[in-house]
T-cell receptor
């Protein structure tokens, strides 16, 4: 079956603009995660969705970051008023209930000029 | 923040040689996972070892876990040029635990296998 997909694959934006990143998890996977990978910080957890439960937002670096998951499937990560330090690869992963393995998408490379 | 530390940071070997990467972590774990990343994009799950296991094999991969030392190693035998990638250990992937399976990654080892 299809894996996790993310769009866009690359995004270049100007400082101060808002961006939306999209993640389509594997069908039937109830858990969805967003991670960020940057040169200075490595791979960092951002946010986690599980079914209809309230998301775990403990990894979001500031209130400029938010995420939604509609209908328990597609998720969007929104970054408002982007800053240069937001430049990174944003990775989405999904997981099937009862399984610890996470399946990652190819990521969105965000560049803030 | 990164829980794990991996060494070496970079490893360069010839095809056919074995590659060993090490990972240390700080907190108690339910399991430890290894992932591979090509060209800085998506990660691919390689293998998971549970806290009550000491060694696990998958094809050319061998993973060991020493919970007393809070360390793990990944061995790739008979390496190939196609194994060139970054390798990360990850902890916290306990879907039933309080961390809800969110992963904490090590800094990674960049492996280069020369043909």
């Amino acid at each position: 079956g299809a894996g996790v997909s993310q769009s866009p694959s690359n995004k270049v934006t100007e400082k101060g603009k808002d961006v939306e990143l999209r993640c389509d998890p594997i069908s039937g996977h109830t858990a969805l995660y967003w991670y960020r990978q940057s040169l200075g910080q490595g791979l960092e957890f951002l946010i986690y969705f599980q079914g209809n439960s309230a998301p775990d937002k403990s990894g979001l670096p500031s209130d400029r970051f938010s995420a939604e998951r509609t209908g328990g499937s597609v998720s969007t990560l929104t970054i408002q008023r982007t800053q240069q330090e937001d430049s990174a690869v944003y990775l989405c992963a999904s997981r099937r209930t009862g399984n610890n393995e996470q399946f990652f998408g190819p990521g969105t490379r965000l560049t803030v000029l | 923040s990164q829980q794990g530390e991996e060494d070496p940071q970079a490893l360069s070997i010839q095809e056919g040689e074995n590659a060993t990467m090490n990972c240390s972590y700080k907190t108690s774990i339910n399991n430890l996972q290894w992932y591979r990343q090509n060209s800085g994009r998506g990660l691919v799950h390689l293998i998971l070892i549970r806290s009550n296991e000491r060694e696990k094999h998958s094809g050319r991969l061998r993973v060991t876990l020493d919970t007393s030392k809070k360390s793990s190693s990944l061995l790739i035998t008979a390496s190939r040029a196609a194994d060139t990638a970054s390798y990360f250990c990850a902890t916290g992937g306990n879907a039933g635990g309080t961390s809800y399976g969110k992963l904490t990654f090590g800094q990674g080892t960049i492996l280069t296998v020369h043909p």
